[in-house]
């Protein structure tokens, strides 16, 4: 599988001069497969840039239904609903095309559908266009659910610490395993971190991946004083890459407060203390990575 981002910002979009390396585009990630399979892990603001170099119909690969005259699928995961993640949503050009498939997988909570969620945002006062209008064939799917297949890949979810219901999803094909936890929160309710695996959230997805994305929004004393918002540090990002043994670990979801100078610091700093064992790089967006 190949793995793009196309936004790695967290919590608000920031583009400027101080954010043009490392980006100022909010969560989104790209993963295509072997036989042309596409999905896209949230919309944040990056997905319209994503939305116009996607093909508006199906190559010579399973990524169209034939019982539905051979449309054009994109499924789309989302973490959770919060602005950041579902912003880009509504500009995505896939999701506004007739003849175009659109299955969005997210989760519910305790009281309201994914469907009545998602009209929260696309509808009026906040947008002027009703989910319900947009011209694609759309398919809304509630996790977590148990493992499911779109296209080679196989892709499980479960509930992760952040709040609001929020997943983590690990992707496999191939032999390859993509894990993406962009908001998550492993060191909440311990005094020290890592702690125990058997309760530490979102082991079960990260274990021995080949390329984890993981929150590392915070410096360790801006985590201090924001315990319970949902994020990690960075050095708590590396501390979990190395509890679940993955080969690869790509910082993501920067503080929109960062600059690209700040980053830089942050990571040469995590990286002379920590001295990991698995592969790093820096959540940039345009950034690819082939697992193979």
Do not use: K
């Not at 994109?74 to 959770?80: A, G, K, N, P, Q």
């Not at 992707?171 to 894990?179: E, H, P, R």
């Not at 960062?258 to 064992?277: F, K, V, Y």
């Amino acid at each position: 599988m190949r793995v793009t981002l196309w936004g790695t910002r967290g919590s608000l979009a920031s583009p400027g001069p101080d954010t043009a390396r490392y980006g100022g585009n909010t969560s989104c990630v790209e993963v295509e497969g072997h036989d042309g399979t596409v999905l896209i892990l949230d919309a944040g603001t990056g997905i319209r840039r994503l939305g116009l170099v996607l093909p508006l119909t199906p190559g010579p690969s399973p990524v169209a239904d034939d019982r539905r005259g051979g449309m054009r699928r994109i499924d789309v995961l989302l973490t959770h609903l919060h602005m950041d993640h579902i912003q880009g949503l509504a500009f995505f050009r896939l999701l506004r095309t007739p003849g175009v498939e659109v299955h969005i997988w997210g989760p519910a909570s305790a009281t309201l559908s994914l469907h009545a969620r998602l009209t929260r945002y696309l509808s009026p006062p906040l947008f002027p266009v009703f989910l319900r209008d947009m011209p694609s064939t759309l398919f809304l799917h509630e996790v977590p659910c148990g493992d499911f297949e779109v296209g080679e890949f196989r892709i499980s979810s479960a509930l992760v610490c952040h709040p609001d219901p929020t997943v983590g999803y690990r992707i496999a094909a191939s032999g390859a395993v993509l894990t993406y936890l962009p908001d998550h929160e492993p060191a909440l309710g311990v005094d020290r971190f890592p702690w125990s695996r058997d309760w530490t959230s979102g082991v079960a997805l990260a274990a021995g991946a080949d390329l984890l994305i993981h929150d590392a929004q915070y410096t360790g004393d801006e985590y201090a004083e924001r315990i319970g918002f949902g994020h990690s540090s960075v050095p708590q990002a590396f501390a979990f890459a190395e509890m679940t043994e993955v080969r690869h670990l790509v910082p993501f979801h920067h503080d929109p407060a960062h600059t690209d100078d700040d980053l830089d610091r942050l990571l040469a700093e995590t990286m002379a203390s920590a001295r990991p064992q698995f592969a790093v790089t820096p959540g940039v967006e345009g950034a690819s990575f082939d697992l193979n």
